[in-house]
């Protein structure tokens, strides 16, 4: 079970940081991935990890200003986001992959509920 946190409504230019507490023992198997979907939209790629925190990926939107990491004896992976734009709100979805670092949600086995983030200009 994936359990997101961390959202809420925030100026242009500010941050944020999103949680995800992954409960079990195997977290430290998996790749965790964030996600995000905005209103009319598809979901997209935001950020993946790799289970050792050693190899990360960013979406290109996003490249600069987001920081993605993770915590393995807590069994939380966390998304700092940093200098935000209106074009970032979405409800935001973290996910965990057996894959090692995919972009693709279908290789993503299991997913979070989601947590709104809302940047206004």
């Known amino acids: 079970q994936l359990v997101e946190s961390g959202g809420g409504l925030v100026q242009a230019g500010g941050s944020l940081r999103l949680s995800c507490a992954a409960s079990g023992r195997t977290f430290n198997t998996y790749s965790m991935g964030w996600f995000r979907q905005a209103p009319g939209k598809e979901r997209e790629f935001v950020a993946t990890?790799?289970?050792?925190?050693?190899?990360?990926d960013y979406a290109d939107p996003v490249k600069g200003r987001f920081t993605i990491s993770r915590d393995n004896a807590g069994n939380t992976v966390f998304l700092q986001m940093n200098s935000l734009k209106p074009e970032d709100t979405a409800v935001y979805y973290c996910?965990?992959?057996?894959?090692?670092?995919?972009?693709?949600?279908?290789?993503?086995?299991?997913w979070g509920q989601g947590t709104q983030v809302t940047v206004s200009s």
């Open positions: 996910a965990a992959s057996l894959t090692p670092t995919p972009r693709r949600a279908s290789l993503y086995n299991y």
């Open positions: 990890i790799s289970w050792n925190g050693i190899t990360t």
